[in-house]
């Protein structure tokens, strides 16, 4: 059927067109642009943010990939060596799932750390011998022994202390934090992420973008990651033969290209595009001064551990994360692969602790040093613990632990923590919790606290529902703030 000349006059007027001819894609890029990081009023942030004055500037997440056994670490429970072997209760497994690693084992036979523990400092917080550097730090830190989580399996949980949910798809915390309280510095990235592969299980669980990504909050707030080889951030250097003035033409030519598809489409990816191109010239610059630390005092070198001048290692990483956190990066983390012990932990949990040990406490003295821990949270833990009972063969010199999500042990430091604490508590298997429980969900709303933001508030509307880095749950772990 044909359609009178009415209907297709009203049909011509498109969306687009109406804005367009209105005038009003004009004001829409000049509403989008003033969000983005080289136009900002607010550094890229949200109008309102943060909700009240914050305790931190940053975030320093020092992510242990594959689950630090917290029986080894910093959970010590001593009564188990006389227990030696001996089945764990049902009455404290309470038929607990388990994973497809130990579901079919006949017996789960209970495997004392072979480690010894020490207090430390002030505060009296037990520590294991491997971890001596961390221990001179005892009084800047707050344990936390009773985490707890969902997930079962790795990528679930590490998708899950990443952004909130089991399932890919969502922010992860760091775009959260970019997409409220945006950048302090618009030569640099608001979210950075920094990989290393550790010496105890080198071919460790995979680490995928996904887990910095920006989910469906607009591009401009994923997380970039810097490499080790070659040019830190891809893509920066200019071709061979194109000079900086040429490459400064070429941007203006395109940003106005964007800006007139911007007005037509109202797309705010296009928004995002022109910002990431702009951002990523200034890159150009500020990128070499950043990861260039020939400059820095052997002391510093020192401080952070032998490795620190070797780029990719978790010491040089936790040195370049001090650098971004001077220069303003609002949220850093560092992923250290590694801690899948299912078997042969204490051999391979003794490399990983040579790996971020020193480098760890050398962070949280560096920053006391500089003025930067009261402004900076830095938070050291992975995605779930291990079970008390070993997992195949074990000896008094050797055994593994498989996953066990009920209760494990974190640390937090800096910008908005108290010092000098140990915040929950476990059963004498340290199998479960007994007292102070805290959720993953609770762990996040905690560090947006610290930032100034009210996590039931932070939101972002998308398939008709208000998204939230804590869903519909979380509770702000009072009793650890400063």
């Not at 009003?24 to 909700?51: C, I």
Request: proline letters at 6%.
């Amino acid at each position: 059927m044909n359609a009178s000349p009415f209907t297709e006059a009203a049909l011509a007027s498109t969306r687009r067109q109406f804005f367009g001819r209105a005038g009003l894609g004009a004001t829409a890029l000049a509403s989008l642009l003033s969000e983005t990081s080289f136009g900002a009023v607010d550094n890229g942030g949200l109008p309102g943010m943060p909700h009240f004055a914050p305790k931190a500037k940053r975030v320093i997440y020092l992510f242990q990939s594959g689950a630090p056994s917290q029986l080894d670490l910093f959970d010590p429970k001593p009564a188990l060596g006389a227990q030696f072997g001996a089945d764990l209760p049902d009455s404290i497994r309470q038929g607990q799932r388990l994973t497809g690693m130990t579901a079919g084992q006949d017996r789960f036979p209970i495997a004392p750390s072979k480690f010894r523990f020490a207090q430390h400092g002030r505060s009296g917080a037990w520590l294991s011998e491997l971890l001596p550097h961390t221990a001179r730090m005892a009084d800047e830190i707050c344990f936390i022994k009773s985490m707890h989580t969902e997930a079962i399996n790795h990528d679930p949980a590490i998708t899950f202390f990443q952004t909130g949910a089991q399932l890919a798809g969502r922010p992860s915390m760091g775009s959260w934090a970019s997409y409220g309280l945006g950048s302090e510095n618009h030569d640099l990235p608001a979210f950075v992420a920094l990989l290393s592969n550790g010496t105890g299980n080198p071919m460790d669980q995979p680490l995928y973008d996904r887990l910095w990504g920006s989910g469906f909050l607009p591009t401009r707030h994923q997380g970039i990651k810097f490499r080790s080889d070659g040019d830190p951030v891809l893509f920066l250097s200019n071709p061979e033969g194109l000079g900086r003035g040429e490459r400064r033409r070429m941007l203006d030519d395109l940003s106005k290209l964007n800006q007139m598809q911007l007005a037509e489409f109202g797309d705010p990816e296009i928004a995002t595009r022109i910002a990431q191109y702009e951002l990523a010239y200034r890159m150009q610059t500020s990128v070499p001064s950043l990861t260039d630390v020939s400059q820095e005092p052997d002391s510093a070198f020192e401080m952070y551990g032998p490795e620190a001048r070797k780029p990719g290692t978790f010491a040089a990483n936790c040195l370049l994360a001090r650098r971004l956190a001077e220069r303003g990066v609002r949220f850093i983390q560092l992923f250290h692969r590694g801690w899948d012990q299912h078997t042969k932990l204490p051999r391979q949990i003794a490399g990983q602790c040579r790996d971020t040990d020193q480098p760890s406490a050398g962070l949280i003295e560096d920053l006391k040093q500089r003025g930067l821990l009261d402004d900076t949270l830095v938070v050291w833990g992975g995605e779930f613990g291990r079970t008390v009972y070993s997992q195949g063969r074990l000896t008094h010199e050797d055994y593994g632990r498989d996953h066990h999500p009920r209760c494990f042990s974190i640390w937090m430091a800096g910008g908005g923590i108290k010092p000098g604490i140990t915040h929950g508590e476990t059963d004498d298997f340290g199998y479960n919790i007994v007292r102070d429980p805290v959720h993953v969900h609770d762990l996040h709303a905690t560090m947006l606290h610290c930032l100034g933001i009210d996590h039931t508030r932070l939101t972002f509307k998308f398939q008709g529902r208000h998204h939230r880095l804590t869903d519909v749950h979380g509770n702000v772990v009072r009793g650890v703030l400063a």
